[in-house]
């Protein structure tokens, strides 16, 4: 049986004037699934959801969200979206239920049932003891989770999250996680954007890669590490002082397979599935500050994708 198809877009496009803030994507998110948006700032990704939360509209191509038109059915649409924004912004002059409460007034949710909805989405985001503390109290691992328990409250079909673990600790973060993977147990649609590729990698379980406003990547995390990386990264850190020696040495250690070059770092790994592990690195380490054996990750195919270049 086939997955409910929950978001279509086909060509959709996003201009603001002469600037192309998303170039003709297509994507699909289908119930129970949590799809990943990742890309550089400027990608196109908070203008991709911002015309799926219906607040921006679309400039060209189709988008559908529940088989619904954004343009004519915006508030039916929003009835069903929880949106967990980049920036908390919760009421401060509430306590934490407080918040919980006065969202639920805006789907006409009654009182009882709002306080029970609440007491579980602060059970799920471990928010229980917190129920009569100021927003002012809160550390800001506890106003992400809050974020998102207000987003539940309404018993969403789709929990849009748009970077939402951004300026949290590692502690806090690997929580928020936690939270997040038991909503996906029970069976809660998710779409995510985030710069943590680690976040994307823990939670996703397809993802498309954005750059200058169109996709250029997408796949299943494990997939796209093995068809742009490999299974292993030699990284060869240079020396300063003999960087060129290292450098020349690097190039004739990764002989055969893909090298990209930095300032300080050589980074070497094989797209066919060739043997890293079986290189000969003792010249190379003769010369070079460090060499460093590791398995591949997301990070490396976003980063051969889209640069390791600044993006301002």
């Known amino acids: 049986m086939q997955a409910e198809t929950l978001i279509e877009a086909r060509g959709l496009t ?3 004037g002469e600037f192309t803030a998303v170039d003709g994507i297509d994507f699909e998110v289908v119930r129970g699934e949590c ?4 890309g550089p700032n400027g990608a196109g990704k908070t203008s991709t959801i911002r ?4 607040v921006s509209p679309t400039t ?16 039916a649409i929003k009835r069903r979206l929880g949106v967990v924004p980049q920036d908390d912004n919760l009421d401060t002059d509430l ?6 409460l006065a969202y639920a007034r805006y789907f006409d949710i009654p009182s009882a049932e709002a306080r029970r ?10 928010l229980t003891a917190k129920a009569r503390s100021k927003i002012g109290d809160l550390s800001g691992g506890m106003k992400r989770r809050l974020t998102v328990a207000r987003a539940l409250v309404s018993d969403p079909e789709l929990l849009i999250l748009d970077e939402p673990t951004t300026g949290l600790d590692p502690q ?11 909503l996906k147990r029970e069976g809660k649609t998710m779409l995510l954007t985030t710069h943590y590729m680690e976040e994307a990698a823990q939670l996703c379980d397809r993802v498309v890669i954005m750059d200058e406003a169109r996709i250029i990547a997408r796949g299943r995390p494990r997939e796209l590490i093995e068809q742009h990386i490999g299974q292993l990264v030699v990284e060869v850190r240079l020396d300063p002082e003999r960087r060129e020696r290292g450098l020349a040495a690097a190039r004739r250690f990764a002989n055969g397979f893909t090298v990209e070059e930095t300032e300080d770092v050589v980074y070497v790994y094989a797209e066919d599935g060739g043997r890293l592990d079986r290189l000969d690195a003792g ?9 460093i054996q590791r398995r591949a990750t997301l990070e490396d195919v976003f980063l051969k994708l889209t640069g390791r270049g600044l993006i301002e």
């Open 283 to 291: 010249e190379v380490t003769a010369v070079a500050e460090d060499v």
């Open 35 to 38: 799809l990943g948006f990742l």
């Open 172 to 182: 806090a973060r690997h929580l928020f996680w936690q939270r997040l993977r038991q």
């Open 95 to 100: 306590t934490v239920v407080e918040n919980l």
């Open 51 to 54: 015309m799926i939360c219906c």
């Open 14 to 16: 996003k201009r603001f």
């Open 60 to 75: 060209g191509g189709v988008l559908r969200v529940f088989g619904l038109d954004p343009a004519r059915e915006a508030r």
């Open 117 to 126: 909805r609440a007491d579980v989405a602060l059970d799920q985001m471990a």
